[in-house]
């Protein structure tokens, strides 16, 4: 504070006519200074897709654990293989690149191959607690005009195109066409809590997810996480 006064006095001893609202409150070495803390530009992947960097690190380590849940245990190849499974048939059920696909399921593999299948589809997914109230899940699904679900064991009747991915075959054949995606397409939905009014939902992109998990020297990845990592663990409840 003390050095913000004497910054004002001496720009008012050079220039007695200036109006205080012409005032440089912030003096010139803590303006650098918080000019070098909002330098935070880094270069990443921006021309890439999410699934297209899963790919990538399918070809690098395909016999590596993808996810653990519980005692399963899924390597890189045969979740690529069980979410190419899944990206046929939403493809053969209308999702690409502008539909949002609901996925209403527990935590588990499914869900991660979903989500993944989802992107390869070139659709953008919408997570669903199923604990949620049968009324707010048809709100957010009228919302963003969701023609497909998945779901996990979710028997309430919504009156949409639903798989149950229980008794879907994952082992089953997959569609060698790619969809073109572009970064700038939506990875995800997800929805505000509604706190202050009606729930909204919010549009994340690919370019969006790639630059915040990009590692760089501004965020947590890059700070916390070694470049030689082999692994990173993440535990939900």
């Known amino acids: 504070l003390a050095d913000r006064i004497e910054s004002m006095i001496r720009q008012l001893a050079a220039c007695p006519e200036m109006e205080f609202s012409a005032l440089e409150i912030v003096p010139p070495r803590e303006a650098r200074l918080l000019d070098s803390f909002n330098r935070t530009e880094e270069p990443f992947p921006s021309e890439r897709c999410v699934h297209d960097l899963f790919k990538q690190t399918v070809k690098q380590n395909p016999t590596r654990d993808a996810l653990v849940f519980r005692r399963e245990h899924l390597s890189y190849e045969t979740l690529d293989q069980y979410s190419d499974a899944l990206a046929s048939w939403l493809s053969i059920h209308g999702a690409g ?3 949002v696909v609901a996925i209403i399921a527990h935590r588990g593999w499914r869900m991660i191959a979903a989500m993944l299948g ?4 070139g659709g953008a997914f919408m997570l669903v607690d199923p604990a949620y109230p049968i009324l707010r899940i048809r709100q957010m699904m009228e919302q963003l005009s969701c023609d497909i679900v998945l779901t996990d064991g979710f028997k309430e009747a919504l009156g ?3 798989l149950d991915l229980e ?3 994952f082992e089953g054949p997959a569609a060698s066409k790619k969809v073109q995606v572009k970064p700038t397409d939506l990875c995800y939905v997800v929805f505000t809590s ?3 009014g009606q729930p909204k939902g919010i549009g994340v992109t690919h370019r969006n997810v790639i ?3 990009t590692p760089n020297p501004h965020n947590i990845l890059g700070r916390c996480i070694p470049k030689d990592a082999r692994s990173i663990a993440c535990v939900t409840n």
């Open 97 to 99: 690149p502008g539909t």
């Open 194 to 196: 509604g706190s202050t």
């Open 118 to 121: 989802v992107l390869k589809s």
């Open 211 to 213: 630059n915040y998990v």
């Open 160 to 162: 949409k195109d639903c």
């Open 167 to 169: 008794a879907f075959d």
